[in-house]
């Protein structure tokens, strides 16, 4: 069975800790821009204890720089970081997939095929940040039935710290039909009950997420000195 899931109640923290790092990750709030405790507190009408909490919470996964009697501001991209954390996930969520998916119902398989199918429609997604939620959804549903519960806080963790590799999903149709595909067919794995499968499909999908943000870093790169 899997674990039991947060309601969706957030706390004013965590919707000022949401908002912010979307912002961060979805390039709307540029690295080096200037947080003011005040201001924030102002814009979600709540006291500047939950905000300062936030602003906690985003430098320790390494979005913001905290600056005493300055206020908080935007870290830069670490290039180098998000490889790293990209890589660890792809060390450790295969093996995560693998212990899950004996015990995934079909429930949750019906909520995998639906999540699915919205991250194929081109129509529904807007943004890379909305497909970016979206295969997240994904991968937890099937993570939440990992019966080890500090590996799949280390990869959270290491997810969160990588996010701002989420730009990948710009990479159009191609990056997504594949991706897509790979998705269908962990769906077809934990319906055969071929779990040593799906621990290798997991591990080629996630060099394939791997590669595909070393190319977008490389790509970048090049038309900045261009």
């Known amino acids: ?94 093996e995560a997939n693998f212990l899950a998916g004996p015990l995934v119902d079909k429930a949750a398989v019906k909520q995998l095929k639906s999540i699915n199918a919205e991250m194929a429609d081109r129509r529904k997604i807007k943004t890379a940040t909305r497909y970016s939620e979206l295969n997240r959804a994904f991968h937890r549903t099937i993570l939440a039935f990992c019966p080890n519960e500090k590996l799949i806080s280390i990869i959270e963790d290491v997810w969160d710290r990588g996010e701002r590799g989420s730009q990948v999903f710009k990479r159009g149709l191609e990056f997504v039909s594949e991706a897509t595909a790979q998705h269908e067919e962990m769906i077809r794995l934990i319906i055969a009950r071929d779990f040593e499968g799906l621990r290798e499909l997991s591990r080629r999908h996630a060099e394939f997420n791997l590669e595909a943000i070393r190319t977008l870093i490389s790509e970048e790169k090049d038309q900045t000195t261009d």
């Open 1 to 94: 069975m899997a674990r039991v899931q947060p309601a969706d109640f957030q706390t004013k923290t965590q919707v000022v800790f949401t908002e912010l790092k979307q912002r961060i990750v979805e390039g709307s709030l540029q690295p080096g821009a200037r947080l003011l405790l005040k201001a924030v507190a102002e814009e979600f009408r709540c006291s500047e204890i939950p905000v300062r909490e936030a602003f906690r919470s985003l430098e320790a996964r390494g979005f913001v720089e905290l600056i005493p009697h300055s206020g908080a501001y935007v870290t830069k991209l670490r290039v180098d970081e998000i490889l790293d954390y990209t890589q660890i996930r792809t060390l450790l969520e295969p």
